[in-house]
């Protein structure tokens, strides 16, 4: 995208917790669990316009403070879960900058149009021809 990561790498503040859940002596003495933080409007790395669009697009992911916060705890190894926090953070990021593309009109077809109309006409006298005639 058009962010330096390897800035945004140095602006990420990430603590180290102990994890949650069974796993017995291990996850009492060991910190395997990463807390990843971002605030994205003390970001030196996006611009004004890069800022507003992340915090519309994560507005329901942000505390009040606009910080976005990321928890891994899937791995026993405290390394992996920080890179995968890192990378879940890159995807958040660049699927929120992504800019769809505009949808462009176009006009449908004539031939199309009497297609459909014929296709319709047919389809209602194939239903009349199935009610009961009329004895007048």
Not at 18 to 23: D, E, K, T
Not at 63 to 86: D, F, G, P
């Amino acid at each position: 995208m058009n962010y330096d990561e390897e800035l945004l790498k140095k602006e990420l503040k990430i603590k180290a917790i102990r994890s949650s859940g069974s796993g017995g002596q291990h996850v009492n003495k060991v910190s395997s669990k990463i807390e990843l933080t971002l605030n994205i409007n003390e970001s030196k790395v996006f611009n004004t316009e890069q800022k507003k669009r992340l915090i519309e697009k994560l507005k329901s992911r942000l505390t009040k403070e606009k910080t976005l916060i990321i928890y891994c705890e899937n791995t026993r190894s405290q390394h992996r879960n920080k890179e995968e926090a890192i990378t879940r953070l890159f995807n958040i990021i660049n699927t929120a900058l992504l800019i769809p593309k505009s949808r462009k009109l176009t006009k449908i077809p004539r031939a199309i149009i009497k297609k459909r109309l014929k296709n319709k006409k047919l389809r209602s006298e194939r239903k009349a021809s199935r009610k009961r005639p009329k004895l007048d």
